[in-house]
């Protein structure tokens, strides 16, 4: 299983950015999807997550009502729909993948997640 993420960039304070991410390598019907980040000097922490060609999502505190996570299933794709970015926001955002769906609690662990992909950095300006 392969991860390519992309989409990151210098934005400004209330701005919005999409984020994507191919996966490769094998069916993803029972596969849960989600991006986590890491802001400088900070762990990597949970954002959200979706099942696969379903729309079971779950959200973190910090993004939730302002991210929105999707999948194209034509294109074996997650999108990360950012809006009202904040420069606490600012972080290298990874796509993550493991075979399963767990409940919210598990969801933000990373050691569940098998497949991870490099990361695109977001930057929000104040």
């Known amino acids: 299983v392969q991860l390519q993420a992309s989409g990151g960039g210098l934005v400004q304070a209330g701005a919005s950015r999409r984020l994507s991410c191919i996966a490769s390598?094998?069916?993803?019907?029972?596969?849960?999807l989600a991006w986590f980040r890491q802001a400088p000097g900070k762990d990597r922490e949970f954002a959200a997550a979706?099942?696969?060609?379903?729309?079971?999502?779950y959200y973190s505190d910090s993004v939730n009502g302002r991210f929105t996570i999707s999948t194209n299933n034509a294109k074996n794709t997650v999108h990360l729909q950012m809006n009202g970015l904040k420069p606490e926001d600012t972080a290298v955002y990874y796509c993550?993948?493991?075979?399963?769906?767990?409940?919210?609690?598990?969801?933000?662990?990373?050691?569940?997640?098998?497949?991870w992909g490099q990361g695109t950095l977001v930057t929000v300006s104040s």
């Open positions: 993550a993948a493991f075979d399963g769906f767990g409940s919210a609690g598990r969801l933000l662990e990373l050691g569940i997640y098998h497949y």
């Open positions: 390598g094998r069916a993803f019907n029972s596969y849960t």
């Open positions: 979706i099942r696969y060609g379903t729309s079971r999502t």
